[in-house]
């Protein structure tokens, strides 16, 4: 049908009496198939390193102890630290003491194969500053058995202060309108 196929090929030379090679006796086995399912594999992962490495969000994986096996650069850059530094790390070296009991609990119920929906961390940075975090996780396997777990984290840090502003200037506003002695009325 015009199409080339990939062939694995054994041969052994035929020697006649006087030492000559007469030719050779030998088998191909076709493997098509495996060539195109690694390539396959390959491009699968070039897909899923890409979408890693380069998402604005932290993603990251942890053994059972806690510590990182695996961190993109955007949880370096947030957190501040190298991808070396992180990786010597465990968890419990950037939470605050407040979340760990929290975040032992979450790791538990995690490796036990439930998935929790979003849970909410605060995170310090190399230099001791607080991020807020809100982190998906869910277990990861190898071999069929839970190693640890995976996440995204999403720094939502500028988000929460523009909440809480905007919550300082409602309260702000309400007081004003509740003191002015004068009516108020929308039209």
Known sequence: ????RFL??????????????RGYLGSDRDITERIQSE???????????SIVMNSPDGIFILDLDGRFLSVNKSLCKILKYTEEELLSMKIWDILP??????????????SNGNVNDVAEYEVLDKEGDEHSFQVRSAPNYKDK????????????TEQ?????????????????IDNIPDNIYVK
């Open 39 to 49: 390539e396959a594999l390959f491009e699968s992962e070039v897909k899923y390193r």
């Open 1 to 4: 049908n015009g199409f080339y």
């Open 8 to 21: 694995e090929s054994n041969a052994v030379p035929i020697i006649d009496s006087t030492g000559s090679i």
């Open 97 to 110: 003491l407040r979340l760990q009991s929290f975040a032992k609990k979450r790791i538990a119920v995690i």
């Open 160 to 176: 929460k202060k523009v909440a809480e502003k905007l919550s300082q200037e409602r309260i702000l506003m309400r007081t004003l």
């Open 145 to 156: 058995k839970i190693i640890g777990l995976q996440g995204i984290a999403r720094d939502i």
